[in-house]
């Protein structure tokens, strides 16, 4: 009985085909609308890094002033100083460590073509590349022998890799910047991660549209190489990079990966290393220690905000109107089949199961709708990739979306054609009998 109200369905979209097109525009636009906003949410409030997230901890501690301080302020800078981000990396909490901060060099190239540029990247410890799962095209990581004498080596994105190199294995060559040759030990394929795992590991830039590029943290104040993001509390900036060293707060990133997810070990850890520095008068505020693991962290930095989450409010808005719409012209489409509907219950057909053959019609109709809607959600979305390479990740929609967006669909096709059906199925037969 289902097929053959189906088919009634496929047939009935070639009865009065311009009110037809309207409806299944109207639900396409409304479902694409919604899929597109709810697709980027979706990402962007996913886990970036599932395997190991609950593993992967960042310590915060207060280290501001005392000056204007008042019990239960929060902590007035989110990063590390100096002192503590190498404390940490020389301390045995934790299965690795890395501390890390946004820096930038000139480069100059062999291919007198290309001209000075300028790169900008992440000057961190060897842990970071097995930490965060980063995929190498050629070559690995440093050995950890270059975070102990700051070695001149670097680890460079495949985008800069190609546009020095080709598609030639640079690995064991060398590159200037900033007036010091360093070599090449590593590629990073592309790196399939999203704005918001800027917010998890490195400078805005880190996994921009920018060439990036990976340097030992001791190399990069042995070189004294230029920072990126903000230095000294309260964006006061200390001159000179003595005091970047000297500073309390200053914009250095520390994280932790342990052996599982329990991190009352590492919290004990950062406990007493507090109480100890307070007790050197190097802590001047009294607020708790906390560890974020990668969710905590990103739902602590709102990456995903209240604009985001209000846009996809809107979008299913206007997907409330299109149904609105919808609602009307199936009561057009089925108020003209009145006369059908007459005969059929003469005949012997029920109520029930005129219902049914009417939702089911409405529902090939929501069917024709997604389809139509997720192509339209796919354009949209490559308009939005097309618009920012930083948002080119973001723009794609995984098979959960895909599911949605039919599901979306049939249920708002389903409840836009309720009332329709229903006032379809109060036909009184005697009375369309005696009008035919």
């Known amino acids: 009985m289902f097929q053959y109200y189906f088919l009634l369905g496929l047939r009935s979209l070639r009865r009065n085909p311009a009110l037809t097109a309207l409806m299944v525009l109207t639900l396409a636009i409304g479902v694409a609308a919604s899929v597109s906003t709810l697709t980027i949410l979706h990402v962007m409030s996913g886990n970036p ?28 800078d989110e990063q590390m100083s100096y002192r503590d981000a190498v404390n940490f990396m020389n301390s045995k909490a934790g299965e690795r460590r890395t501390a890390l901060f946004g820096v930038s060099l000139p480069l100059e190239p062999e291919r007198k073509d290309l001209g000075v540029f300028v790169v900008r990247g992440i000057a961190t410890g060897g842990d970071y590349f097995n930490m965060f799962e980063a995929p190498f095209l050629h070559g690995q990581g440093w050995a950890p022998d270059a975070d102990q004498r700051g070695g001149d080596v670097i680890v460079i994105s495949r985008k800069l890799s190609e546009k020095l190199y080709g598609d030639a294995d640079p690995v064991g060559r060398r590159v200037r910047m900033g007036g010091f040759d360093y070599q090449i030990v590593g590629v990073l394929d592309t790196w399939n991660v999203i704005p918001r795992y800027q917010h998890l590991i490195g400078p805005e830039t880190a996994f921009g549209d920018e060439e990036d590029m990976y340097i030992p943290f001791a190399t990069a104040i042995r070189h004294q190489v230029d920072r990126n993001g903000s230095v000294g509390c309260q964006g006061n900036v200390e001159p000179g990079y003595q005091g970047f060293l000297d500073s ?31 007790k050197l008068g190097r802590l ?9 693991d990668v969710m905590e962290w990103l739902e602590f930095e709102k990456v995903v905000d209240n604009d985001n989450k209000l846009a996809v409010y809107l979008s299913f808005g206007f997907l409330l109107l299109c149904l609105v719409n919808t609602i009307g012209l199936l009561l057009a489409k089925f108020s003209v089949r009145a006369a059908e509907v007459g005969i059929r219950r003469a005949l012997g057909a029920s109520r029930r199961e005129i219902f049914t053959q009417f939702l089911i019609e409405t529902t090939v109709v929501g069917l024709v709708g997604g389809l139509l809607g997720l192509l339209l959600a796919v354009g949209a979305l490559a308009l939005i990739a097309l618009q920012s390479k930083a948002l080119a990740t973001v723009a794609q929609m995984d098979w959960i979306m895909l599911l949605t967006t039919f599901v979306l669909a049939v249920l708002a096709a389903v409840l836009a054609g309720l009332l329709p059906t229903w006032r379809a199925c109060q036909v009184t037969p005697a009375l369309q009998l005696k009008s035919q």
């Open 49 to 76: 890094i599932p395997t190991k997230s609950e593993r992967l901890f960042v310590p915060q501690f207060d280290n501001g002033p005392i000056e204007s301080y008042k019990v239960g302020d929060k902590p007035n």
């Open 284 to 292: 001047k505020r009294n607020t708790p220690n906390k560890l974020y």
């Open 248 to 278: 309390e707060c200053t914009w250095i990133q520390v994280w932790f990966e342990t052996a599982s997810a329990d991190r009352s070990a590492l919290q004990s850890y950062l406990d007493s290393y507090a109480a100890e520095q307070r």
